[in-house]
T-cell receptor, first 110, second 109 residues
Framework: NAGVTQTPKFQVLKTGQSMTLQCAQDMNHNSMYWYRQDPGMGLRLIYYSASEGTTDKGEVPNGYNVSRLNKREFSLRLESAAPSQTSVYFC?????????FGNGTRLTVT | AQRVTQPEKLLSVFKGAPVELKCNYS??????LFWYVQYSRQRLQLLLR??SRESIKGFTADLNKGETSFHLKKPFAQEEDSAMYYC???????????FGDGTTLTVKP
């Protein structure tokens, strides 16, 4: 039982490049989330998916897109990366109450 | 709108001293509150939630609806408690969690 798995763990992009962060959970949770973690700013919600087939914007959705591929997988796409998107990205899932987090992806945009 | 405030970004105590990490919230409904902990370079993990009313690793937190607070307390801090602590509020209707900015706790020997 791996929980929430994120790939890649690290990524360096140049401004304007695109990439997709992958997330999968094996706990049969309905809800999945993408957060970014920045120093002094805590965790901010980018997008979430309350159930398979639905996605909604969080606090900071600009510059991102998401896909809830199936119940297990929820991907985050940066179409044209910007230095302001340098951050640590966490995927999380939720069944009934608490969130279960992945290990994070450390993204640097130069 | 829901909001979580952790007024202290940094907190430093000596081993064996009591520690209290403050959390205040604003929410129009009935809140469900959590404390998450992130040890160095690890994933965030649930520490405790108010509905459980349990003690984890010696930490407790009591929901005070009158003061809209959910402070985290431990009577005798240990060096292994050094970590980042996040207070979070779950909006059960929308299924969204809002986090505070986090408090970095350092326990000195």
């Amino acid at each position: 039982n791996a929980g929430v798995t994120q790939t890649p763990k690290f990524q360096v992009l140049k401004t304007g490049q695109s990439m997709t962060l992958q997330c999968a959970q094996d706990m049969n949770h309905n809800s999945m989330y993408w957060y970014r973690q920045d120093p002094g700013m805590g965790l901010r919600l980018i997008y979430y998916s309350a159930s398979e087939g639905t996605t909604d914007k969080g606090e900071v959705p600009n510059g991102y897109n998401v896909s809830r591929l199936n119940k297990r997988e929820f991907s985050l796409r940066l179409e044209s990366a910007a230095p302001s998107q340098t951050s640590v990205y966490f995927c999380a899932s939720r069944g009934y109450s608490p969130l279960h987090f992945g290990n994070g992806t450390r993204l640097t945009v130069t | 709108a829901q909001r979580v405030t952790q007024p202290e970004k940094l907190l430093s105590v000596f081993k064996g001293a009591p520690v209290e990490l403050k959390c205040n919230y604003s929410y129009s409904g009935s809140p469900e509150l959590f404390w998450y902990v992130q040890y160095s370079r690890q994933r965030l993990q649930l520490l405790l939630r108010h509905i459980s009313r349990e003690s984890i690793k010696g930490f407790t937190a009591d929901l005070n609806k009158g003061e809209t607070s959910f402070h985290l307390k431990k009577p005798f801090a240990q060096e292994e408690d050094s970590a980042m602590y996040y207070c979070a509020l779950l909006n059960t209707n929308a299924g969204k969690s809002t986090f505070g900015d986090g408090t970095t706790l350092t326990v000195k020997p």
